[in-house]
């Protein structure tokens, strides 16, 4: 079989996600949590404004992309293995793995069709955000390089999830032990990581601490794309706790 053998896994795995109300149930929340993160960012920018503080339109555009990254990135890394997560172990469930092994496909194509099935549908809910980093450009201050560094990030986190789903899926063969699986490393990555390194600076006199104890967290991650963007200075933690806190 030729090296496109993957397609008709590739085709048959998108019908199968696409068809009824879920696919467009799930951008609809994708899209909705991340306009309503930026319409929280722009309030706590304008009650800035109010109290007089000197707010430019390039600080609120800076403040906005900050908020929007991390949430379209906070929803990434938890979304992404979700799409993998049943692609093997729904097989064995429903008893058709058999036949599949049975088909001229090789478990690499196999596997291939399934990771890009959940790349796929990720791939379109970055393409359903991507028009609110455009409102992002209408305040200035960040440049379509800054957005697309982000976007990079953001489809390497995505690429990375789904393939631990994926993984976990054809250990376990069982999709609840999969999801445990795969939700409990994540889990234990973001928290570990960050425990790690704040373990590090409270031994090392609050210290910032080195960048390998975080460089497996896709939040630092994403944090280093956005490495040269600050949000206004004159807004305070208790007001926009996150950004304030990665700058």
Known sequence: MSGAGFAPVLLKELRAALRGSRAALLITVYVGLALLAMRLVYGAVADQTGAGAPIFNAQVGQALFIGLALTVQGLTMFLAPATTVNSVSAEYERRTFELLAATPITPAQLLLGKLLTGLAFVLLLLLAVTPLFSVVLLFGGV?????????????????????????????????????????????????????????????????????????????????????????????????????????
């Open 143 to 247: 440049t379509v390089v800054d957005i697309a560094r982000v976007l990079a990030v953001i489809l390497g986190t995505a690429v990375a999830g789904a393939v631990l789903g994926l993984f976990c899926s054809a250990l376990t063969r069982q999709t609840y032990m999969a999801t445990l699986l795969c939700y409990t490393l994540l889990v234990g990555l973001l928290g570990g990581t960050l425990l790690a390194a704040n373990f590090w600076s409270l031994t090392h006199a609050n210290q910032p601490p080195p960048p390998r104890y975080v460089a497996a967290n896709p939040l630092s991650a994403v944090g280093s794309a956005l490495g040269r963007t600050r949000p206004p200075e004159v807004i305070s933690p208790s007001s926009l706790r996150p950004v304030v806190a990665l700058s």
